[in-house]
């Protein structure tokens, strides 16, 4: 599981030494999850980032109802953690688990921050990491003030290519923010558009 992390470091961090890499495994935690097995639940705290080696998660808040709104999906060589609860120490709003069978890497805030201490490169890093991610939350916040049910569910299918088949419709709605029944419309209207 590990050699996935340090395939994606050597890349995405290049003169990362090999001492360096053995410092990041020796501070991290490995955790193989099950289909539906939970990260956080809303009400703890955030503690960890998590980097995923295998599978895919997602973050989601549950309303009053019993709907779930879904909030942003991890991929492998993806980061995840509910950042204002990570930082200020609060209890988490959101939930995070596997949508599939999948496996983390994670680090604990102190050890990430003692890494970024010693590992200069890591800390450059982090923040390009932080500044991508701030950048896809504006564009869905746009997209979901501004876009139509249609460009929404087009722009998904663009922005996750690699998640679209591996999830259930009705967790693509909940992503966009639409009912099943309108997001099936959705399918069909763009079918015989597309015919």
Not at 152 to 163: A, G, L, Q, R, S
Request: net charge neutral; aromatic share 10%; charged share 25%.
């Amino acid at each position: 599981m590990f050699e996935v992390f340090e395939q994606y470091m050597e890349k995405m961090v290049p003169g990362l030494t090999t001492e360096q890499v053995n410092l990041m495994r020796s501070m991290c935690s490995m955790k193989k999850m099950r289909k539906r097995q939970m990260l956080l639940r809303e009400g703890e705290v955030s503690r960890h980032k998590i980097f995923v080696a295998k599978g895919l998660l997602r973050n989601y808040s549950i309303a009053e109802n019993g709907y779930e709104y879904i909030v942003r999906f991890t991929d492998v060589d993806g980061w995840t953690k509910d950042p204002e609860s990570y930082y200020s120490g609060l209890p988490s709003k959101y939930n995070i688990d596997a949508v599939e069978p999948s496996e983390v890497i994670m680090f604990t805030r102190e050890d990430f921050e003692g890494l970024k201490q010693m590992i200069p490169v890591l800390a450059a890093f982090s923040e390009n990491v932080i500044t991508a991610n701030a950048g896809l939350i504006q564009k869905r916040v746009l997209m979901n003030i501004s876009a139509s049910a249609e460009e929404k569910y087009i722009d998904f299918i663009e922005t996750y290519p690699n998640i679209f088949h591996r999830i259930p419709l009705h967790m693509v709605a909940s992503y966009l923010g639409v009912s099943r029944e309108t997001l099936t419309r959705i399918r069909q209207g763009l079918a015989v558009v597309t015919k």
